[in-house]
């Protein structure tokens, strides 16, 4: 594996964004590997990594040195890979829950209406998302396509389509949250 450079390095801290080009060359393949070792998914393990470089460049005037890089790559990504597993957890513990409510009976008219009002915010804070961030949020999330397909499929970028889910995501994660706290 390469080695960055102290010139690099001063150009990735002064925010050059072909330094931090250079270092995610170095760094991407060793990263995604080792992500892909906590979730054995190509897909998560990428959008791990994605967000774990997203960290290094917003972060990056807190790291003192080309040889503090690799560190901090491999303890991000292991944060935001356990992050991302619970979330996960929690989602397919939601729709269990969701499942056995369903099946209850019909006539608990209180949790059917919670449901279908989280249910309709949902839908319009996914409505409320720019266009192109909704097309990927919604492609991605809801009809499964992965970062490729949905680059195909728009014609643009797979970076940009990391982007616009990265975006999005977290938009629509903030405002759920907001609301969740007001049921």
């Known amino acids: 594996m390469k080695e960055v450079s102290e010139t690099v390095f001063a150009d990735f801290r002064a925010g050059y964004s072909k330094a931090f ?4 060359e170095i760094y991407h393949q060793v990263i995604l590997q ?3 070792g906590f ?3 190509r897909e998560e393990a990428e959008e791990v990594a994605q967000d774990t470089f997203t960290q290094l460049f917003i972060y990056r005037d807190k790291i003192h040195g080309a040889e503090s890089i690799l560190p901090f790559l491999y303890a991000v990504s292991k944060r935001i890979a356990v992050s991302h597993f619970r979330r996960k957890v929690i989602r397919e513990e939601a729709l269990v829950h969701i499942g056995t409510l369903s099946k209850r009976n019909p ?6 209406v919670l449901i279908k009002e989280l249910h309709d915010s949902l839908h319009k804070i996914i409505e409320e998302l720019p266009q192109q961030q909704r097309k990927v949020f919604v492609l991605h999330k809801m009809e499964d396509l992965s970062c490729q397909e949905i680059a195909d499929e ?5 970076n940009t389509v990391k982007n616009h889910l990265a975006v999005a995501t977290k938009t629509v994660r903030i405002k759920l949250q907001r609301l969740i706290c007001f049921f």
């Open 107 to 112: 006539y608990d008219t209180q949790e059917a």
């Open 154 to 158: 728009l014609a643009i970028s797979k």
């Open 34 to 36: 080792y992500v892909y």
């Open 21 to 24: 080009r250079i270092i995610f």
């Open 39 to 41: 979730c054995h998914h």
